[in-house]
């Protein structure tokens, strides 16, 4: 089933329908979505990494949870499909997918699928209209960044398995910028966009034209993974790097994201989060110039197409430290096709 899930789009298959070998799954995803080739031409892929992307879901072995998803990022221009991070976007889609695929049976209103995040342990709850025991994508929830209107799915997150500052600092210097690490369900560097000598408010193809500016973030993504403990992070997808400019339209923060190559043309919802829990750490590099949080949970993180309102909260630890607890998010999902995808065939020309 092809789904927009948020502001993303991808396949979501059920997990019996794929190998269960993780290379011989991968190699079909390639195939699947037409990849690597910049135009996805030959496949279902859209192009972008926001539009190539796979949820594998399969019902839960234990009571916790009804069902296990696996996110894949399937590489647009390089042979490669990646589960080292996990998608709040795509996530928005496997809650209707489970009930449409009948994993999960609709309640006669609305419907709780408890999801496993099988990338990280994390767990997510997601909530969403099934009147008469179907699902019901229409509805009056609009998200910046998708025209028009749908039924809403919100997406409850419990605190988090991995810590908030992975580094476990509030702020580091890497390769000569002062960062906050942070990992609030997407591990990410939160950097001033002034210290890059951008103003944070340019449009995302500008920002991704620049090619000094890419180097530097590469230089320092590089340096970050490896504090964060996430080793060699040349070829992974994470961690994401957000530059934090002053708040222009009455948010938080404003905010352009790398992920990590491309500029995200708005933010992902676990890089909200996180952007979110940075947000809420006394000392982060967010200080001076997000607006200071004020009472309540949301926060509205405002990016290229709008913003994204995140509930969230950071409490202090015993030891002096930062836990995230709860957060939240309201997203829109929606099944666009169902059907039989033809892979190109491995004697489609390629070796
Ligand atoms: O952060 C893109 C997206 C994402 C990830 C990315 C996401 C999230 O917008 O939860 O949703 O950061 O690669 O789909």
Do not use: W
């Not at 996805?40 to 539009?51: F, K, Y």
């Not at 009948?102 to 969403?128: K, P, W, Y």
């Not at 708040?247 to 043309?265: K, L, M, S």
């Amino acid at each position: 089933m092809l789904m927009r899930g948020g502001t993303s789009k991808g396949a979501y298959f059920l997990a019996d329908d794929l190998p269960a070998e993780p290379a011989a799954r991968d190699e079909l995803l390639l195939r699947v979505m037409g990849s690597p080739d910049p135009r996805q031409i030959d496949g279902i892929g859209g192009a972008h990494p926001l539009t190539s992307k796979v949820a594998v879901v399969s019902p839960s072995e234990g009571d916790e949870v009804d069902v296990d998803y696996l996110f894949l990022q399937v590489n647009v221009e390089e042979p490669v499909v990646s589960g080292r991070q996990n998608c709040g976007n795509v996530l928005a889609g496997v809650g209707p997918f489970a009930v449409e695929r009948g994993l999960v049976a609709a309640a006669e209103e609305e419907t709780s699928v408890r999801i496993r995040m099988v990338n990280s342990g994390d767990r997510a709850t997601a909530t969403f209209p099934t009147p008469g025991g179907r699902v019901d994508y229409t509805g009056d929830a609009e998200i910046s960044g998708v025209p028009g209107i749908a039924a809403a799915v919100v997406i409850e997150f419990p605190p988090g398995q991995g810590a908030l500052l992975p580094t476990g600092k509030v702020r580091d210097t890497v390769a000569g910028t002062e960062v906050t690490c942070v990992d609030n369900g997407m591990p990410t560097v939160l950097i001033p966009a002034e210290s890059l000598k951008v103003t944070g408010y340019e449009d995302p193809k500008d920002l991704e034209a620049d090619a000094g500016l890419a180097a530097r973030l590469r230089e320092i993504r590089l340096a970050a993974g490896e504090l964060m403990g996430l080793g060699d992070v040349s070829h992974a997808t994470v961690p994401k790097l957000t530059l934090l400019a002053p708040p222009r339209n009455g948010g938080a923060v404003t905010t352009r994201t790398f992920i990590p190559v491309r500029c995200h043309t708005s933010i992902g919802v676990l890089g909200a989060a996180s952007v979110a829990a940075g947000l809420r750490i006394d000392g982060s590099v967010a200080a001076g110039i997000a607006q200071p949080p004020v009472g309540g949970d949301r926060l509205r993180i405002e990016h290229p197409s709008g913003f994204t309102d995140i509930e969230s909260t950071v409490d202090r630890t015993c030891d002096g430290g930062f836990r995230a607890q709860r957060s939240a998010v309201v997203r829109t999902a929606r099944k666009l096709f169902n059907g039989t995808v033809f892979p190109v065939p491995l004697t489609g020309g390629r070796s």
